[in-house]
Structures are given as C-alpha cells and as structure tokens.
C-alpha cells in the first residue's frame, strides 16, 4: 500500500474505530486527526471550539489534513466536518485514497444523545437542524473514491470489505 487511505463520513459513523482495525489490517500506522488537534492544544474539541474559535479549529484541521495525506500508507480517520474544506476535499482527491462510511440518517440519529457532549458542531441543533447538516454533508461526501454503506454492518465485516475493495 503506497497512498495512504483517507476515512470521511458524518461525524459519529465510526471513522475512528474502524480506522483503527483497518490499520491493524493493513499493517500499517493509523493517525487519528481530531486526536491530533486535541493533542496540539490540550484540549477536547468542544473546548478548542469555545476557547480560540472554529475558525483557528478549522485552521489547525486543514494544515493537518493537508500534510498528512501526502504521508504514504497510513490509515487517517478526519472529523466529519473537514471535506467541507475544498482545500481539503482537492488534497486528500489527488493525493489519498478516500473512503466514505455512509450511514443512512435513520440509523445515525439514534447515536445522537451519545455524541451531543463531545461535538460541538450538534450543540443548540434542533433534529431538523441536525438533519439539514447531515444532507449537506452527504452532499460534500459525494467527492471520494470508494463509497461503504455501513448500516448494519459490524466493524469486523466493514474492514474486510474496505480490504476486498482495495485488492
Ligand atoms: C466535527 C466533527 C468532529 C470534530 C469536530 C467537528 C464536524 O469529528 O472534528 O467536533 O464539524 O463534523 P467526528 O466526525 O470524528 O465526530
């Protein structure tokens, strides 16, 4: 494995997770973005969120996002929220393999009350909030190489087809 594979997807899919066992799979290093970014400040995202801003998260996010995907076989999981980036989307395009975990709203929307602490993004979001973000992200999402269908789909079985579709 040469380029390395870039994990996008609404967050809460499960890019950290499976991007873990993927590398583990692949044999090969596994870099987490978010875990960086909290790593660079010392803080968890929602507070770099309060503290210093989206506009310095979304900052940090993109010069990472960057970098990192030119880096050769690594498994890289990135928030939900950085394809929004197209300085981002173009990067990981040209220089990544991008995988898109793709899970319907109807079942995503039963993990809300277990990510509303940690994503600042969902905060003060009525459902219909919420839905309008999702089908605009899915929307962005559209730009990848391989598409997973992931409703139902256990992290074991979900590895395996990402390792058969990269054969
Ligand atoms: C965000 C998603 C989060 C994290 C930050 C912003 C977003 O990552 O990067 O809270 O805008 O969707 P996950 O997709 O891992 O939850």
């Known amino acids: ?12 899919v499960g890019k950290t997770t499976l991007g873990k066992e993927l590398a ?7 870099l987490d973005i978010d875990a960086e970014i909290e790593a660079k400040y010392g803080m968890e995202a929602v507070d770099i969120f309060n503290v210093y801003g989206e506009k310095e998260f979304r900052k940090t996010e ?11 076989g690594k498994v890289i999981s990135v928030g939900g929220g950085a394809f929004m980036q197209e300085e981002i989307r173009k990067a990981c395009m040209e220089h990544a393999i991008v ?20 994503r600042p993004v969902l ?44 054969k």
Not at 24 to 30: D, H, N, S
Not at 103 to 113: H, L, N, V
Not at 148 to 155: G, Q
Request: aromatic letters at 8%.
């Open 24 to 30: 583990r799979k692949l044999q090969c290093g596994f």
């Open 62 to 72: 993109r010069e990472m996002i960057v970098d990192a995907c030119q880096l050769e």
């Open 99 to 118: 995988i898109f975990l793709d899970m319907s709203f109807g079942y995503w929307k039963e993990r809300i009350s277990l990510l509303l602490p940690t």
């Open 123 to 166: 905060q003060g979001k009525s459902l219909e909030e919420i839905k309008s973000l999702f089908d605009e992200r899915q929307a962005i999402y559209n730009e990848h190489h391989i598409r997973l269908p992931i409703d139902n789909l256990d992290v074991d079985a979900a590895v395996q087809t990402i390792h058969d579709k990269l």
């Open 1 to 12: 494995m040469k380029k390395s594979i870039v994990l996008i997807g609404f967050m809460g």
